[in-house]
């Protein structure tokens, strides 16, 4: 039995598998239950990590109560992360919640006042945290290599969400068209669609690049694909006090990234005062430019310490030192990038300019 007991809630997103398997792997950490509503979205999960009967439940509270987690990961459709973590909040759990943060700002705010009641912590994990490429950008904007950031430029997205289940297993294509209609990636009311789903990446990182620093306004542009109700394509720049920034989502890469780097790169253009520093998914090194050796200049990504290496590992770090959740997955950091998700939705659907939504 290990010292943490983590519970994993809602199978709607397929990044639950991969996190339960970094529960698996923790040394002091256990799967003591897991729960949906739909027992056949789990046997997977079941078969994997050998879970017996009796850590499979299909009534959230049932589980919660008999399981008494320490930390709860929640892997919901967008649209029910509010109602989910209020629900795990009244059982004094904390939660790590799969990416992207909530539907809106409201939703959002109704999420850290639960977890403010209930006394824990909660963390937005947005995978893009724990590359090593971005980690080292951040070092180096912080150790000044590049003065004062003032542009930041991202394009990340993947062939589609249902092209891959957990462990990035892929599906044939006639699958792929017979589960859009079902799943909630491709439904409005679910919280689906590109934007929502990657440009919490980018602007998330991107407040963390930016020291916190919000943007005065937003502009939006989305695809509008005949007989998909959800965007495929977005594009969002966002006019800050210093200039501009640009961040594009994509569903329809020409690959994925994480098996071979499409054109465009999936990533960050970070451009600052005094230099200029590129960081693209999955590539062991970042490259950097500066006033005093402008040729391009590769230095090889940090190497991730214990405890700062996956969320799992980190979240569990922080509560058994009493730390605060920190960079891209703390709240209040993610509530800036959900506002921009807000005003880019209405800057798309009003098709103008918005002044950053408060």
């Keep these: 039995m290990g010292r943490w007991r983590v519970a994993g809630i809602n199978f709607d997103h397929m990044h639950m598998g991969d996190l339960l398997r970094q529960v698996f792997d923790h040394a002091d950490a256990e799967i003591c239950g897991i729960y949906d509503k739909n027992l056949d979205r789990m046997k997977s999960a079941i078969g994997n990590f ?8 299909t009534d ?21 992360h509010a109602d989910h973590v ?42 893009l945290a724990w590359y090593p490429c971005h980690v080292t950008t951040k070092r180096l904007i912080d150790e000044g290599a590049i003065g004062d950031v003032i542009e930041v430029h991202y394009y990340d997205g993947n062939r589609g969400p249902l092209f891959h289940l957990a462990d990035k297993v892929e599906v044939t294509p006639e699958e792929i068209e017979a589960a859009k209609p079902a799943s909630w990636w491709y439904k409005k009311a679910s919280g689906g669609g590109s934007l ?14 930016l020291n916190g620093e919000k943007p005065l306004e937003v502009t939006s542009v989305v695809d509008e694909t005949p007989g998909i109700e959800v965007d495929q ?9 210093r200039g501009l920034s640009k961040f594009e989502t994509r569903w329809g890469t020409f690959s994925d990234p994480w098996t071979l780097q499409p054109q465009p790169k999936c990533g960050f253009v970070v451009v600052g005062t005094h230099g200029t520093i590129s960081s693209y998914d999955y590539e062991p090194h970042v490259t950097i430019q500066t006033r005093e050796r402008p040729q391009q200049t590769r230095i090889p990504a940090d190497t991730l310490p214990t405890g700062r290496r996956s969320p799992v590992e980190y979240v569990l770090d922080c509560i058994a030192n009493g730390a605060p959740i920190g960079g891209p997955l703390d709240p209040a950091l993610c509530r800036v990038g959900q506002q921009i998700i807000d005003s880019a939705v209405l800057s798309a659907r009003e098709k103008r300019t918005v002044v950053l939504l408060p």
């Design 86 to 127: 209020e629900r795990v909040a009244r059982h004094k759990v904390h939660v790590l919640v799969e990416k992207p943060f909530a539907a809106s700002v409201a939703e959002a705010d109704r999420m850290i006042a639960a977890m403010k009641a209930a006394g824990r912590s909660m963390a937005i994990n947005w995978p």
């Design 50 to 57: 050998a879970l017996p009967a009796d850590r499979v439940f």
């Design 233 to 241: 394509h977005s594009i969002t720049i966002c006019r800050y006090r």
């Design 60 to 80: 959230l509270d049932e589980c919660l109560t008999r399981t008494k987690p320490d930390l709860a990961i929640i892997c919901a459709a967008t649209a029910e």
């Design 196 to 209: 929502l789903d990657y440009l919490g990446y980018g602007v998330t990182l991107g407040t963390w690049f």
